[in-house]
């Protein structure tokens, strides 16, 4: 790799981790203002409303990208107040979950739809960008 191949990998990586940052701030504050959620309460319910039979432990924390203890400690609150249960091996939404999560998706798509907006990108150049981040995210020979 060239030296300048080198450093616009690092800038790149920066700019793309403060992205990452700001949009993660944005949808805390709304999310927590609307909802009382943080992105990853958000993204929990967005797995399991995904999957209507529900998922076990490990496989929602492989979904997350998270390990299974700490996944544990932030469903144990959801847990209680109503929002989810653990039935079975399972992980569920329950009535009050799955509601919170349809407001909740409203809010982060409005969020999402004001970043987009203020790149003044065109659909083409958006879909390009989604295909090269959806590339940089794909696990190097299937793992992560």
């Keep these: ?8 990998a690092l800038h790149f990586g920066a700019s793309l981790q403060r992205a990452q940052a700001v949009l993660q701030q944005r949808l ?21 409303a995904q999957e209507a039979e529900g998922l076990s432990l490990p496989a929602l924390a ?14 144990l609150p959801m847990e209680k107040t109503g929002l989810l249960e653990r039935t ?17 998706q409203r809010t982060t798509q409005a969020v999402y739809e004001q970043a987009v907006r203020a790149l003044g990108a065109d659909a083409s150049a958006l879909a390009a960008c989604q295909q090269l981040l959806e590339r940089l995210a794909a ?5 992560l």
Excluded: F
Aim: charged letters at 20%.
């Design 1 to 8: 790799m060239s030296t300048d191949t080198v450093v616009h």
């Design 28 to 48: 805390d504050e709304r999310l927590g203002d609307w909802h009382g959620l943080n992105l990853a309460d958000y993204q929990l319910l967005q797995a399991l």
């Design 62 to 75: 492989r979904v997350l990208l998270q390990k299974p203890a700490a996944l544990l400690r932030q469903l």
């Design 88 to 104: 079975h091996g399972l992980v569920r939404l329950r009535p009050a979950g799955r509601q919170l999560q349809a407001e909740a």
């Design 139 to 143: 696990p190097v020979g299937g793992r």
